[in-house]
């Protein structure tokens, strides 16, 4: 997976409401159509970083199956990062597009 | 922000243990709802997730400040290697500690002192004004009033002037408190706004109270409106008697103002207190001036401009007056204060400098010593590869935290030394700006630092200096080692060495000079006399009534059963100046012009010599009818004799002086001689010349009680007659007159006795430094020794080799140290009183006790090398 994309993924999945960790991850791989594999190893200093910077917030909650699990919540400067984030991408990506479309003639 | 998360990582790693938990379980979950055994579910979960550890460390370090983790772990690395020897710890702890605490206790003073600006407005345009004597002893004489009236007149380099003198009043007793006499400043006008100064209450003296014609005003010091007037502010505007006379209190000045002195107690207007006819003399020096600068005028300006006119002066009248001064000079206020101050502040700065620098380098001389034991430990370490860095940080750790707890315990130590310094020094100048400010802290906080550097560097860069596979080599055979280490450790023993000998060369001199100030001859008896101030205000006693209270008090106090002798003097020996006149004898020629004749003047009773048991040389004393009118004798010093009759007998010529009967010279026979004494404990003895106080020329007295014995039990019952005689005559400075020369010789005491004690602090520290070593360098050679032993060596002959091997840097250190006694030894030599700088008994008396001292600080670990049994010695390896 690019550099940086994991936070940008991770922010978008929460766009949805608070989730764990676990969530997070296979919410990533299911909507990827287990295209992305999440290194569920680099997922929680993701978290933490992302936590660290404010665009997330975790509380201590109840999981799905009746487990105690930390919940992450995007917070209002997260979702202004998600936003900017996701158009450089686009950015990126249409620049890519058209470098790449020139060869493919 | 990353502070606080560094702070609590703790926390946050096990939330992120549990978070991780809470995975493992959600993932095990999934795979045993899609069948599989709990036991493959975990495995799948594991292998899924990774290693939760390094997750956990990832974000970890994440957390961390590095540099303050590794600083973290040096220190409390440092903590369990002194807690190891603790009392090596303890030790170095409190040595810091003491040097540290003398530093910041000195710093504080000399910061406070000397280099604070003056709390008044604009301080560094405050400059004091002076004459030039005519011998030139004195360049910064006391100003004649009609000469500053000229400089006044004449000057165009100062915003404002002002001409004050010192002078008291008995304070009268009112609403049942006693009568008390008080210093008191008398001031021109301009005296406070020329400092910048407002009163805390009312206001100060204008041009109109300064006028003889004024009604009498008085300001307040804050302290005496406290103490006697209960800081009532009402006070402002009501009216107190002082010499009887009625003065209204203008304003009170604010509690932080001591100006001049601290012992000034109230100001009053100078032009309504003296007569005009006396303020114009151009030749009666008695009188302080304060002036600010305009701006843009330099001191050098100023001063020029009114030099010329002193000089135009002395041009002018100098052949009718000789004692106009040939000049003016000039300092800035600050300076004028603490001038005296300056020298021994110093001195005593930078002798605990010394004994913290002795200190850093007996932890240093320690330090290296544990090192060598740690050899092999350091050599192991740096061939797996420990950085040099990281060995000179430990080091330094330890440092610093020996440095910084001392650092801690010294500055409570200084606050209370600070303290304690501010009691016994009541006399220096600014005393009450003495405070510990951040100023100081910060001083601390540095010295701390260099100390730690200092005593960490040197034993630092000395393990490390070497390969690792050398030092593996060498400390494998013990009596070859520790060649380099050993010579470090004496080069820092001699350095040592020198600093205590400087030290002690100092104090030596200090103490000396101290015990001659002591012991010098007043000329009079000294033990067993009391002595007890009054001053019969002119508003009351006329000169016949000041006879008849003098005879009536004598009298009285003469019959009180315990008094051997009692007189009456208007100065004692060692109160100081008390006035001088200008003398000429009319069966001498004239002298050649610029020439003068000087004595101090004083007036005494008949029984005053027989008293203070004054030999008379030659003639008489005076007689009961040698009063008011009669009075026309007086009595010369052996040095008066000596000086002005060279060769001749003095008896039965004269002297011809005005000592203000009528304001004009008049002859007086000369009736006897009699002894030498000293005016002040510190000053050779001058000419001197006694009027008989029963003319009734002045009210100022001192009553001298001696007695047999405890002569301090005879003070109540004085002050009761003098009560008696005068309910509102309030008596002053009640002092043994053991205590009157003592309380002038205190800056030596106090100095010398300092000094002395850090001398010793110093000397104990370097005989525990030969003592280290030498035990360092017994342990070395141990098996050298041993083959010695066994190969037939004399036990004196080891004795003795290792007895000069620890004396040699002793020896070193003694020659560096006597050198820079003798460059020190010049440095104080305005401190120093009846001893030349190179006194050679105080050289010889150090060298003999330093040497006394490193050899017995050497004979211990010298003789134990000397019992070695070669066997035990060999079998160490």
Avoid at chain 2, 462 to 472: D, F, H, K
Avoid at chain 2, 490 to 518: F, I, M, N
Avoid at chain 2, 867 to 877: N, Q, S, Y
Wanted: hydrophobic letters at 45%.
């Amino acid at each position: 997976m690019l550099q940086g994309t994991l936070d940008m993924l991770v922010l978008r999945t929460l766009v949805t409401g608070p989730a764990h960790g676990h969530t997070i991850a296979h919410v990533i791989e299911h909507s990827s159509e287990e295209a992305l594999q999440v290194e569920q190893g680099s997922l929680y200093p993701a978290l933490h970083r992302l936590q660290d910077r404010g665009w997330v917030s975790s509380y201590w909650g109840a999981s799905e199956n009746n487990r105690k699990a930390k919940f992450y919540k995007l917070t209002a400067a997260g979702r202004k990062q998600l936003v900017a984030e996701t158009s450089r991408w686009r950015q990126l990506v249409g620049a890519i597009g058209r470098v790449l479309g020139e060869v493919e003639g | 922000m990353r502070l606080s998360r560094f702070f609590r990582r703790r926390d946050r790693d096990a939330d992120l243990a549990q978070e991780l938990d809470a995975h493992l379980r959600h993932e095990i979950d999934d795979y045993v709802a899609q069948g599989l055994s709990v036991q493959e579910a975990t495995r799948r979960a594991h292998l899924a997730l990774g290693s939760t550890t390094r997750v956990r460390e990832d974000i970890w370090t994440r957390n961390s400040l590095r540099p303050l983790e590794g600083m973290l772990r040096d220190l409390a690395y440092a903590a369990r290697t002194l807690a190891r020897t603790p009392g090596f710890a303890v030790m170095a702890m409190f040595v810091m500690a003491l040097g540290i605490g003398a530093n910041t206790a000195l710093f504080t003073v000399v910061h406070s002192v000397l280099m604070k600006p003056l709390p008044f407005a604009d301080p560094d345009h405050l400059v004091m004004l002076y004459e030039r004597s005519v011998d030139g002893d004195y360049p910064f004489n006391v100003i004649a009033p009609g000469v500053y009236a000229e400089w006044e007149k004449g000057a165009h380099s100062f915003e404002r002037m002002a001409i004050f003198g010192s002078g008291s009043y008995n304070l009268s007793r009112d609403s049942g408190q006693l009568p008390e006499r008080i210093e008191s400043t008398r001031a021109s006008a301009e005296f406070f706004p020329a400092l910048g100064v407002s009163p805390a209450y009312g206001r100060v003296f204008d041009a109109n109270d300064d006028r003889p014609q004024a009604d009498a005003s008085v300001v307040l010091s804050w302290g005496l409106w406290k103490r006697r007037f209960g800081g009532d502010k009402s006070i402002v505007g009501r009216t107190i008697l002082l010499d009887g006379k009625t003065y209204t209190v203008i304003g009170i000045m604010p509690s932080w103002f001591a100006y001049p002195d601290a012992q000034t107690q109230v100001w009053t207007a100078l032009h309504h207190e003296i007569p005009p006819q006396d303020l114009v003399a151009l030749d009666n020096h008695s009188f302080m001036a304060v002036a600010r600068l305009k701006p843009g005028v330099t001191m050098r300006q100023a001063l020029s401009e009114i030099d010329t006119i002193s000089h135009r002066l002395r041009e002018q009248f100098g052949a009718s007056q000789p004692a106009i001064s040939p000049g003016a000079n000039m300092r800035l206020l600050l300076d004028d204060m603490v001038h005296d101050f300056k020298t021994p502040l110093y001195v005593l700065l930078a002798a605990t400098g010394c004994v913290l620098l002795i200190a850093c380098l007996n932890v240093a001389n320690l330090l290296i010593a544990r090192a060598a034991s740690r050899r092999k430990e350091v050599a192991i370490r740096a061939a797996l590869g420990g950085s040099r860095w990281r060995l000179v940080r430990e080091q330094l750790s330890e440092t610093l935290l020996l440095s910084a707890i001392g650092g801690a315990v010294g500055l409570v130590l200084a606050y209370f030394a600070i303290h304690w310094l501010v009691g016994v020094r009541q006399d220096i100048a600014r005393e009450e700006s003495i405070h510990m400010d951040w100023i100081a802290v910060t001083f601390t906080v540095g010295v701390t630092l260099l100390s730690a550097l200092l005593a960490g560097l040197i034993p630092a860069l000395s393990i490390s200096g070497r390969g690792g596979l050398g030092a593996l080599h060498e400390s494998s055979r013990s009596h070859t080692g520790g060649q380099g280490k050993t010579r470090l450790r004496k080069l820092l023993l001699a350095l040592e060495v020198a600093l205590t000998v400087v030290l002690l060369v100092g104090a030596g001199l200090l103490l000396k000079s101290y015990q001659k100030l002591r012991s010098s001859d007043m000329g009079c008896a000294t033990s067993n006399v009391l002595t007890l101030r009054l001053n019969l205000p002119d508003e009351h006693y006329g000169h016949e009534q000041r006879v008849q209270f003098f005879e009536q008090l004598l009298t009285r106090v003469r019959a009180l059963s315990g008094v051997s002798a009692a007189a009456l003097v208007n100065v004692v020996p060692g109160q100081g100046y008390g006035g001088d006149n200008i003398i000429t004898i009319p069966e001498h020629p004239p002298l050649p012009p610029g020439q003068l004749q000087i004595a101090r003047r004083r007036f005494c009773d008949p029984g005053y010599f027989a008293a203070l048991q004054i030999p008379i040389i030659r003639g008489r004393t005076f007689t009961d009818q040698e009063r008011i009118g009669r009075a026309d004798k007086v009595i010369i010093s052996q040095l008066t004799a000596d000086s002005f009759f060279r060769g001749e007998d003095p008896i039965g010529r004269h002297l011809v002086v005005d000592v203000g009967l009528n304001n004009k010279p008049q002859p007086y026979e000369i009736i006897g001689v009699v002894g030498d004494t000293r005016y002040l404990i510190s000053m050779p003895p001058q000419p001197m010349m006694y009027f008989p106080l029963l003319s009734g020329l002045t009210g100022r007295a001192v009553i001298v009680v001696r007695s047999q014995h405890d002569v301090t039990s005879l003070a109540i019952p004085v002050q009761q007659i003098v009560q008696s005689l005068d309910k509102d005559l309030p008596v002053a400075y009640v002092l043994t007159l053991n205590q009157l020369i003592g309380a002038s010789t205190i800056e030596a005491s106090f100095t010398s006795t300092l000094i002395v004690a850090f001398a010793v602090l110093s000397l104990v520290l370097a005989s525990v430094g030969l003592y280290g070593v030498l035990s360092y360098l017994v342990e070395q050679r141990t098996s050298e020794i041993g083959v010695r032993i066994a190969l037939g060596a004399q036990r004196e002959q080891v004795l003795r080799l290792m007895l000069l091997d620890g004396l040699r840097p002793a020896v070193i250190g003694l020659a560096l140290g006597l050198l820079g006694g003798a460059l020190a030894s010049q440095l104080i030599r305005s401190m120093l009183y009846g001893v030349r700088p190179l006194d050679i008994a105080i050289f010889v008396a150090v060298a003999v006790v330093l040497m006394l001292v490193a050899a017995i600080s050497c004979l211990v670990p010298a003789w134990r090398a000397s019992r070695l049994d070669p066997i035990r010695a060999l079998r160490v390896e």
